[in-house]
């Protein structure tokens, strides 16, 4: 049984005046199992993050339905707390907060939200930095950081809070070249523990190494499913063949 | 050579402005302390600096407060709650200050008087209070009242500014670790919009030390008051605004010159 289900996704974006001004999602259909990673890929503008944004609910879908672990998603607050709580997401600009510390910064929301005590989290904080590499930086400001050093700051802060699924959104596309490879590493070694994850990156290697299928997206529509290889070395649709020409 | 040079450059790094007014109070302070009509006149004015000083402070720090939450109405995501913040913040911002002081001091200060009798009638009712008059607020109340409700538009704008200029990816990505909205505004917008706009308020109490002199117009005995009244006395209207200026000029120049400090001291905390 597959651990998110998302069924007929719609999602416009409309102006002030109400007109729609883009068709972000336009009827996807995608599952994810628990412990599967699935890659997202596709040109700008075809939907990617908005569909990532959605499982979470940072967007609200016009029509169809999420359901994760079983329970259809809804409007409920009960409902928005554990989807936010259970998943993790990471973004491309990383988003740390900069008037804390990356100490701070991954303790924060284990405190605040799953109201867990101060040493406890502090404690485990310190062990996941150590994880990603950061363990001399425990009292740096986000400003003080290299970019790769930001991302993977950002990957332990969305860790802490133990989530079944990880939405992670082109974590490497605003990274120097050189600090790619550091924070691949972290999502790949991620995805060989079994975390259930759902990630747009156009990093081939990456792709061959962590995902257990692709998805090719284009105009908000689920174009072809694969897995890397196949997909990758022998795509069926035109459209795929085009853009993988165009990034390889 | 290297040495003209370094002159010139020295010469065109002085604040020369800051040396002159410097200059003057020089001047001020030896014209008080030598000349006796000067010293007389210092005596008499000196006493309205802690009322003009007071009246700044008490009303800054009220309309600071009054402002943060007329700032958060007006970047709330309700749209009654932004509709309203908007309405008193225009409303205000399109008066004269002195309007809004004798609005307060003769509009104001008798509804309010009738408001809380209102709200109190059951106690007058059983004679455990009189009714409230008017005059049991005096003019200097009605003054930092006024100031305050005068400079809450002005400060909400600061604060609204501030708050919109939170990197909005954190405010998301604070949402995606399940933080609920308040938690967001207390933990993720305000540390960091407070800490944006510390300038902006700083320059905004020289205003407001300023703008008290306003308060002279209901009689409250502040520097620009006793400088009133002592000048219609003696008829010495030279010396003695040149001694309301001084004291104006020393209380907001070393202000502006702390605020310009503590913007360095911030810009230099964000490119650490
Ligand atoms: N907040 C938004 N407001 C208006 N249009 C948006 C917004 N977010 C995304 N869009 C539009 O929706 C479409 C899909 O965007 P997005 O999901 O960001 O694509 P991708 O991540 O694949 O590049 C694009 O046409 C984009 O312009
Ligand atoms: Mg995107």
């Known amino acids: 049984m597959s651990f998110v289900t998302i069924r007929g996704a ?36 075809s939907g990617k993050s908005t569909l990532l944004r959605s499982v979470n609910r940072l967007e609200i879908l016009d029509s169809g339905t999420i359901t994760i672990d079983g329970k259809v998603l809804t ?9 936010r709580e259970d998943a993790g997401m990471v973004f491309q600009h990383f988003n740390l907060f900069s008037h804390l510390t990356i100490l701070d910064n991954v303790c924060l929301a284990p405190r605040l939200v799953r109201k867990r005590e101060k040493a406890i989290v502090r404690e485990k904080a310190i062990a996941l930095l150590a994880r990603v590499g950061l363990s001399d930086k425990l009292d ?15 990957i332990a802060r969305a860790l802490a809070m133990e989530p079944e699924l990880l939405l992670v959104d082109e974590p490497t596309s605003a990274l120097d070249p050189e600090m790619v490879r550091e924070v691949l590493e972290v999502i790949t070694g991620l995805a060989r523990e079994g975390m259930t994850m759902l990630v747009v990156s156009h990093e081939m290697g990456f792709a061959r190494a962590a995902a257990d299928r692709v998805v090719f997206m284009d105009a908000g529509k689920i174009v072809e499913t694969g897995s890397p290889d196949g997909l990758f070395d022998s795509p069926r649709e035109e459209r795929t063949k085009a853009f993988l020409s165009h990034i390889l | 050579m290297p040495l003209f040079k370094s002159l010139g450059t020295r010469l065109g790094m002085t604040p020369w402005w800051l040396v002159a007014i410097l200059a003057l109070g020089v001047v001020g302070l030896v014209a008080a302390a030598t000349n ?13 600096i802690p009322v003009t000083l007071g009246v ?7 309309a600071i407060v009054l402002g943060l939450v007329l700032g958060l109405l007006k970047s709330s995501q309700v749209r009654i ?6 309405f008193y913040i225009e409303l205000v911002r399109g008066l004269p200050m002195l309007v809004v002081l004798y609005y307060i001091a003769f509009v104001g200060a008798p509804a309010l008087a009738g408001v809380l009798n209102w709200l109190l009638s059951p106690l007058i009712a059983l004679h455990w209070m009189e009714p409230l008059l008017a005059r049991d607020f005096d003019f200097a109340t009605r003054a930092i009242l006024a100031l305050t409700l005068g400079y809450a538009a002005f400060i909400a704008e600061i604060f609204r500014a501030g708050i919109e200029s939170v990197d909005k990816g954190q405010i998301e990505a604070a949402l995606a670790l399940g933080l609920s909205r308040g938690q967001v505004t207390r933990r993720i917008v305000l540390p960091q919009a407070i800490r944006n706009v510390l300038p902006a308020l700083g320059n905004e109490f020289v205003a407001v030390i300023k703008d008290s002199s306003l308060v002279s117009a209901l009689g409250v005995q502040d520097i620009t008051q006793l400088g009133k009244v002592y000048s219609a006395s003696t008829f010495r209207f030279f010396e003695t605004y040149n001694v309301v200026a001084f004291f104006y000029l020393c209380l907001t120049v070393s202000l502006s010159m702390l605020v310009r400090r503590l913007e360095r001291r911030l810009k230099e905390g964000q490119s650490r």
Request: aromatic share 6%.
């Open chain 2, 81 to 86: 709650a932004r509709e309203l913040a908007t």
């Open chain 1, 10 to 45: 719609r999602k416009s974006f409309r102006d002030q005046r109400g007109h729609e001004t883009a068709l972000a999602l336009d009827g996807v259909d995608l599952d994810v199992g628990k412990g599967e990673v699935v890659l997202l890929i596709g040109p700008s503008g």
């Open chain 1, 75 to 83: 409007d409920k607050p009960a409902d928005l707390r554990r989807i």
């Open chain 2, 56 to 62: 700044a402070m008490v009303a800054f720090v009220a």
């Open chain 2, 36 to 48: 006796g009509d000067y010293s007389v006149i210092f005596g008499a004015i000196a006493s309205g």
């Open chain 1, 140 to 154: 740096r400001y986000p400003r003080q950081l290299s970019g790769g050093q930001q991302q993977r700051a950002a």
